[in-house]
């Protein structure tokens, strides 16, 4: 891992985690926790865990249980839970990716700062995160950094396919092209 992560997120992390796995709730590491554990940049943000929709109840009881102050907001593909001033994001329907047994499978297993756990690949990060992207929630930052740090790990043509329907997703992409971080689309092979 490239650069030092926060102490109060890591240890939050690791809370989340064991409470989860006591209570036998498969999960993976997701959004900038996730780019930092293959090797991008430390995140000041939230922890997301990708967990399987039926297990969302399940996970948030385990995460009161642990002494975590928890909630179910509306939105309806995500339940919430702190740890002191740490957000963690219990996330069951992120768009373009779909949680269930297979898809946790294939996440590798990465020790994240002397824990083992699944990680969300790469690929799978940047296309949830592109198809959350909208005119009300437009922030290129996140993923930028990440395409910077992890390009060579990235298989641009698969995000580029997933994403093709999104004209925030294509804006991102051409920038990357035109800053140099990624080959241009037309030179890629689809």
């Known amino acids: 891992m490239p650069s030092e992560q926060s102490t109060e997120l890591l240890d939050s992390l690791k809370v989340a985690a064991a409470a989860l796995r006591e209570a036998k709730i498969p999960f993976a590491l997701a959004g900038g926790l996730a780019a930092w554990a293959h090797g991008g940049p430390p995140t000041e943000h939230d922890i997301d865990l990708m967990i399987r929709e039926h297990d969302a109840d399940a996970g948030l009881a385990a995460l009161r249980d642990a002494g975590l102050a928890v909630d179910a907001p509306p939105e309806g593909w995500l339940v919430k839970a702190w740890h002191g001033d740490v957000l963690i994001d219990l996330i069951f329907a992120p768009k373009g990716v779909r949680i269930d047994d297979a898809f946790l499978d294939r996440c590798p297993l990465v020790n994240v700062a002397a824990v083992?756990?699944?990680?969300?690949?790469?690929?799978?990060?940047?296309?949830?995160?592109?198809?959350?992207?909208?005119?009300?929630?437009?922030?290129?930052?996140?993923?930028?950094?990440?395409?910077?740090?992890?390009?060579?790990?990235?298989?641009?043509?698969?995000?580029?396919?997933?994403?093709?329907?999104?004209?925030?997703?294509?804006?991102?992409?051409?920038?990357?092209?035109?800053l140099g971080v990624v080959p241009h689309a037309d030179t890629v092979a689809a």
Do not use: C
């Open 116 to 178: 083992d756990m699944r990680v969300v690949p790469l690929d799978d990060i940047l296309v949830s995160k592109l198809l959350a992207l909208t005119e009300h929630n437009l922030d290129f930052g996140p993923p930028l950094e990440w395409a910077r740090a992890i390009r060579e790990q990235v298989d641009w043509p698969s995000v580029r396919a997933r994403t093709s329907e999104s004209p925030f997703a294509k804006t991102f992409l051409y920038m990357l092209d035109q």
